[in-house]
């Protein structure tokens, strides 16, 4: 592919910033691509989309939780919700059971929820599959989180997990959701596994089927005392049904709520500011190892730069890139093998 290819990065932001959705899907696909020319653009790209926003604006919710619990469903439902509230909404899901070679798999519920999205400009949805990180969070979907929070409102990642891979989810999200399956040991061994953070809320689905669904959320009650709490929030648990459709809003208002909480006490641009110097150092070493690390100053002195570029992570990740490439090149040509 040549560099023709691809669209201008600043022309393409403005349209981005202005919520076209065509923009945005090429958006999406210039993060998507590793050519190094679309490397190089997709940086272009989410420094002319950088600012204020992406300190506090928006909220980025992560709704994880074994298959088959409903995550897809309860999003669904969830977007009625904030359609008629008038928010924007942008869905990655990161679902390997969608791959087409694994036989499809319900995205989003089922194919007639998903046709409105066609015909809804406030509503953008992209399915992703998981890329081999079984269940976690693939590299690119942190960026395509950025570049969804610059045009809409809600920015909501699925994600398919029960072990380890949430760690991820809770890195990209400003509110983490786990949905449970009644009747399930799934969720009391993922909560006494005790691997990542405590979930901020809790939404037992398929409350419909009566008794189960007390059961579990009464299990995920009591088994909340950990240390790991973060004072002033009470990590609510709601029992939802997607299909019958109630207790919907109150997951919502939940969710509103752990926003209001976050935006209250400075602790959401400290969140966004962590996450991305997290991502940032995860993507310099996946490229490069520890030894390309230290050659950038060390993981410390990469940090430190990031704080300085706050709103403008990626040029500091390119910038690191480069300085790291260039030491390698420098080493090379004073230690010919
Ligand atoms: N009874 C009942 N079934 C549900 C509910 N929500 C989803 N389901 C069903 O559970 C299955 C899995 O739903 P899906 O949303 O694809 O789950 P995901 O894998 O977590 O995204 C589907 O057959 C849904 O119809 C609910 O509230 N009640
Ligand atoms: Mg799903």
Redesign the pocket.
């Known amino acids: 592919m040549t560099a023709g290819a691809f669209p201008d990065p600043e022309q393409l932001a403005a349209r981005i910033l202005q919520g076209e959705r065509p923009a945005v899907a090429s958006g999406l696909n210039l993060l998507d691509n590793a050519l190094p020319e679309a490397r190089a653009r997709a940086a272009r790209l989410l420094a002319a989309l950088s600012g204020e926003r992406w300190r506090q604006g928006g909220h980025v919710i992560g709704i994880t939780?074994?298959?088959?619990?409903?995550?897809?469903?309860?999003v669904s439902a969830l977007i009625r919700e904030w359609r008629a509230a008038g928010k924007k909404v942008a869905v990655l899901a990161v679902?390997p059971?969608s791959r087409p070679e694994m036989g499809g798999g319900?995205l989003l519920?089922d194919r007639i929820r998903i046709k409105s999205a066609a015909f809804d400009e406030g509503l953008f949805i992209r399915s992703l599959a998981s890329r081999n990180q079984l269940g976690g969070v693939a590299t690119e979907v942190w960026p395509m989180s950025w570049l969804l929070l610059s045009c809409f409102d809600i920015v909501v990642v699925?994600t398919?997990g029960v072990g380890q891979t949430e760690i991820d989810i809770a890195e990209i999200s400003d509110t983490v959701c786990y949905?449970a399956q009644p009747a399930s040991g799934d969720t009391i061994q993922y909560l006494k596994s005790g691997i990542m953070e405590i979930p901020d809320v809790f939404a037992v689905?398929?409350?419909?089927?009566g008794g189960a669904a007390h059961k579990t959320a009464a299990e995920i009650g009591r088994s909340g005392a950990r240390p790991d709490r973060e004072e002033g929030w009470d990590y609510p648990v709601c029992l939802?049904?997607?299909?019958?459709n109630t207790g919907i809003a109150d997951l919502l208002a939940h969710f509103e709520r752990h926003r209001h909480f976050l935006a209250g006490s400075g602790r959401l641009a400290a969140l966004r500011g962590k996450h991305q110097s997290g991502w940032v150092l995860r993507l310099l070493k996946d490229e490069f190892g520890s030894f390309g690390l230290d050659l950038a100053g060390g993981r410390s002195a990469v940090h430190e730069r990031l704080e300085h570029a706050r709103l403008n992570p990626f040029a500091e990740y390119e910038r690191s890139r480069q300085q790291i490439l260039a030491r390698f090149r420098q080493n090379d040509f004073h230690n010919p093998l």
Request: hydrophobic share 35%.
């Open positions: 939780g074994p298959p088959g619990a409903g995550k897809s469903s309860l679902d059971s319900a519920g699925e398919v949905v689905n398929k409350a419909d089927l939802v049904s997607a299909t019958l």
